[in-house]
């Protein structure tokens, strides 16, 4: 009997496709095994959109975004540096820093972030508002097999998470282009409006496998 309840606990817990539409993942622990893995068949990006949405309390560095391949575990990072107050996006070990950002505790937060191998270029939408756009020594495609991680932080491919970089809190909509999105179709992303979805990955067709406490629940609102 226990091992066909073990069973039934890993067969929900496999990865299956589901329309996760006004739902989110909750992350309620601080550890180094909690976490969402997002799967794409997809091994090579020559430009990249990723799109989330993100509520947390934590006051210390943590990861939002985690692409690692076999050739770069920060292949694709989005990274908050508390010490700093400024969010990083990592592109094949290139990173780029963004200040100024007003990232609140306990609110929602809409971030978009872009890349293009055939500029270099890097930028950041906080909120519906553009940062500048930040050259990194980039300009070929990421390629190789392809491990997506939302909740930790890959220091090893698929792997080598740190409890003080996890993420707590809850995260939704997560969208995820291989070209750069127009500024119109990320303020329609931002407003809640009619957008392409993601063809990497789509939050309304996502396959995705939860490792140990990580919940898919109803997106909290506020009633008025």
Not at 47 to 52: E, L, P
Not at 75 to 104: C, P
Not at 192 to 201: A, D, I, K, S, W
Request: net charge neutral.
């Amino acid at each position: 009997m226990k091992l066909l309840i073990v069973l039934a606990m890993l067969a929900a817990r496999a990865a299956s496709v589901q329309d996760l539409s006004g739902k989110m993942f909750t992350f309620p622990v601080q550890n180094d095994r909690a976490r969402v893995r997002l799967i794409t068949p997809k091994q090579e990006f020559r430009a990249v959109t990723v799109c989330h949405r993100s509520f947390t309390d934590i006051k210390r560095d943590h990861g939002l975004f985690s692409l690692s391949t076999s050739g770069s575990f920060n292949s694709f990072l989005i990274f908050w540096d508390e010490t700093n107050k400024e969010m990083e996006a990592h592109v094949r070990d290139q990173g780029s820093e963004f200040r100024g950002l007003d990232y609140k505790p306990n609110m929602w937060h809409s971030i978009c972030t872009t890349w293009d191998s055939v500029t270099g270029l890097v930028q950041l939408w906080f909120n519906g508002r553009p940062t500048i756009r930040k050259y990194v020594p980039v300009t070929s495609a990421i390629t190789g097999s392809t491990i997506i991680i939302l909740g930790q932080e890959q220091d090893a491919h698929g792997g080598g998470f740190d409890s003080k970089q996890a993420f707590v809190g809850m995260m939704s909509d997560v969208h995820m282009w291989d070209y750069v999105l127009s500024s119109c179709e990320i303020q329609s992303y931002v407003d809640e409006l009619n957008f392409t979805p993601g063809n990497v990955l789509n939050w309304k067709a996502l396959e995705f496998e939860i490792t140990d406490k990580v919940l898919v629940q109803p997106k909290s609102s506020v009633c008025h």
